[in-house]
């Protein structure tokens, strides 16, 4: 059974950081392209940050604008999301996911966590 586990969002006033993790089991990072995704309420959830299935694509948000690094690491089977100068429009519910197809858009991923709630105060 797979399962994506997030960790690390909390309460962070404008311009902090914070550093999300996603452990995964029942399957190999290695094999699969990962993903980060938010929700804000009302909003459609939409790309944070991804890496692509054969590693050479790292996609961004456009709203990301350097701020945010996706990393993976292999060994530990852990996807991470490193936040910087966060501003309250980030605060959202974040999300990791995992697709076996080379692709970075919502519809590709197949298994998803249950997600961490990022708050940004002003």
């Known amino acids: 059974q797979v399962q994506l586990v997030e960790s690390g969002g909390g309460l962070v006033q404008a311009g902090g950081s914070l550093r999300l993790s996603c452990a995964a089991s029942?399957?190999?990072?290695?094999?699969?392209?990962v993903g980060w995704f938010r929700q804000a309420p009302g909003k459609e959830r939409e790309l944070v940050a991804a890496?692509?299935?054969?590693?050479?694509?790292?996609a961004y948000g456009d709203y990301v604008k350097g701020r945010f690094t996706i990393s993976k690491d292999n060994a530990a089977n852990t996807l991470y999301l490193q936040m910087n100068s966060l501003t309250p429009e980030d605060t959202a519910v974040y999300y990791c996911?995992?697709?076996?197809?080379?692709?970075?858009?919502?519809?590709?991923?197949?298994?998803w966590g249950q997600g961490t709630q990022v708050t940004v105060s002003s």
């Open positions: 996911a995992a697709t076996a197809r080379n692709s970075v858009s919502v519809g590709a991923y197949d298994y």
């Open positions: 890496i692509s299935l054969n590693g050479v694509t790292t």
């Open positions: 029942g399957l190999t990072f290695r094999n699969f392209g």
